[in-house]
T-cell receptor, first 112, second 120 residues
Framework: KQEVTQIPAALSVPEGENLVLNCSFT??????LQWFRQDPGKGLTSLLL?????REQTSGRLNASLDKSSGRSTLYIAASQPGDSATYLC???????????FGAGTQVVVTP | GAVVSQHPSWVICKSGTSVKIECRSL??????MFWYRQFPKQSLMLMAT?????????EQGVEKDKFLINHASLTLSTLTVTSAHPEDSSFYIC????????????????FGPGTRLTVL
């Protein structure tokens, strides 16, 4: 059974620092990996999706890497801003029909 | 981008009543829709998988008769919480997914804004 772990569970940084969020998964045979952001009381916003054949994806200040062999993905957020405060979740499909297994998330606070 | 809406965004009901939540994909046809529930400070837990025109597949421990799912079209799925009780109070989130190879959204899953259900 696929298990997804996110470390750390919570992170607080001053504005301007770079954020590094980790996601690990036990079964390396994944189709892709997706990173989401969730604000309190809100749904999920898709940030980046990395296909299994890719090593990284970038969007603006966000960069996500994928190392299937070691079962790890890292989300980097450059020059953090208070607006980046949210919970970040990673997820991998557990079958070919879209069912996702989520990590518990990393709660990020960026202080001004 | 792909937009998924949910209605209502929040609902308060009395114990014993039924509540229907709608999930719509607004600008694409979703092969599959998923229903999740989320308790405070916890991650999402998949409740069921919904494919258009067929019966939903429920995860272990989810009561089929309590959480009725109807997927009438490629853009609409509904979750009905029947005879709701306070322990059903939660945040319910749907997502829509498409596996179209030529589609920009290949294999990507998009989430609705969620519905906060409070049962008194």
């Amino acid at each position: 059974k696929q298990e997804v772990t996110q470390i750390p569970a919570a992170l607080s940084v001053p504005e301007g620092e770079n954020l590094v969020l980790n996601c690990s998964f036990t079964d390396s045979a994944i189709y892709n990996l997706q990173w989401f952001r969730q604000d309190p009381g809100k749904g999920l916003t898709s940030l980046l999706l990395i296909q299994s054949s890719q090593r990284e994806q970038t969007s603006g200040r966000l960069n996500a890497s994928l190392d299937k062999s070691s079962g790890r993905s890292t989300l980097y957020i450059a020059a953090s801003q208070p607006g980046d405060s949210a919970t970040y979740l990673c997820a991998v499909p557990t079958d070919s029909w879209g069912k996702l297994q989520f990590g518990a998330g990393t709660q990020v606070v960026v202080t001004p | 981008g792909a937009v998924v809406s949910q209605h209502p965004s929040w609902v308060i009901c009395k114990s014993g009543t039924s509540v229907k939540i709608e999930c719509r994909s607004l600008d694409f046809q979703a092969t599959t829709m998923f229903w999740y529930r989320q308790f405070p400070k916890q991650s999402l837990m998949l409740m069921a998988t919904s494919n258009e025109g067929s019966k939903a597949t429920y995860e272990q421990g989810v009561e089929k008769d309590k959480f009725l799912i109807n997927h009438a079209s490629l853009t609409l799925s509904t979750l009905t919480v029947t005879s709701a009780h306070p322990e059903d109070s939660s945040f319910y989130i749907c997502s829509a997914w498409t596996s179209g190879r030529k589609n920009f959204f290949y294999n990507e899953q998009f989430f609705g804004p969620g519905t906060r259900l409070t049962v008194l």
